[in-house]
């Protein structure tokens, strides 16, 4: 029997998204297809009918993802909608407040599945000895210390509507300070995760705070490599 990635017991596994399904509500077309741009075939994209999954996770821990950490995010970011759909003025800060608890486990919970998983989407994510110390704090619901693994974001606009730009991307990594980081992009918003096991000062200051505070510039999208990546894809793609 295959072992559960997240507490390690050996039981039958789920069929587990690595984003959660809901973050792709707005994505599918109107035949319910999602576009996988994968470079493959004459076409160099795959319809998907869903979000990307892999057997990862036993029913009981799949319950505790969706208990714990996908509801309170459902709640307060998909359906609170705390960021304005309109962009008017790019030099506009927004801030939100989140149970911080909450908010940052589910990101860790995102950036862990991603480093479980052997999916080529999400394959420049290795987390090394950070992967146990995350999958521990996902099993306690613990956020652990400001100063592990903190989060920043900020949101993606269309430079001529300023409206917010929904699409869950595949993963990147950065060195930002000489730290570590790992980004995704869901929900309208470019995550990065600082992994280190040094305190990374510019992420404490400027992303989620210890009272959940959270503050977001708006970035237009012609500005974020991850989707200049995919614009060239389907340049290519276009042209096949």
Not at 34 to 55: C, D, E
Not at 143 to 169: C, D, N, Q, W
Not at 187 to 200: E, F, T
Request: proline residues 5%; glycine residues 8%.
């Amino acid at each position: 029997m295959p072992r559960c990635h997240l507490c390690h017991l050996d039981r039958e596994l789920r069929n587990s998204h690595i984003v959660p399904e809901f973050l792709y509500k707005n994505l599918y077309n109107d035949k319910g297809h999602l576009m996988a741009i994968n470079g493959v075939g004459s076409r160099g994209w795959a319809p998907l009918q869903n979000g990307l999954k892999q057997q990862l996770f036993c029913e009981n821990c799949e319950q505790h993802f969706n208990n714990y950490f996908e509801k309170p995010f459902l709640e307060r970011w998909v359906r609170g909608k705390p960021l304005p759909e309109t962009w008017n003025d790019m030099e506009f800060v927004q801030w939100a407040t989140f149970d911080y608890s909450a908010f940052k486990l589910f990101h860790l919970s995102v950036l862990f599945r991603a480093s479980v998983c052997s999916l080529p989407t999400f394959s420049d994510v290795y987390l090394g000895h950070h992967e146990e110390r995350i999958r521990g704090l996902l099993l306690d619901r613990k956020p652990g210390l400001h100063s592990e693994y903190p989060i920043f974001g900020y949101a993606v606009v269309h430079r001529e509507s300023h409206k917010l730009i929904e699409m869950v991307t595949r993963a990147g990594k950065s060195s930002i300070n000489g730290h570590r980081c790992w980004g995704l992009m869901y929900g309208g918003v470019q995550w990065w995760i600082s992994v280190s096991s040094h305190r990374n000062i510019e992420f404490e200051k400027a992303g989620l705070q210890p009272d959940g505070r959270m503050p977001f510039h708006a970035v237009p999208w012609d500005e974020v490599d991850v989707i200049q990546m995919a614009a060239q894809a389907l340049r290519a793609v276009s042209k096949k």
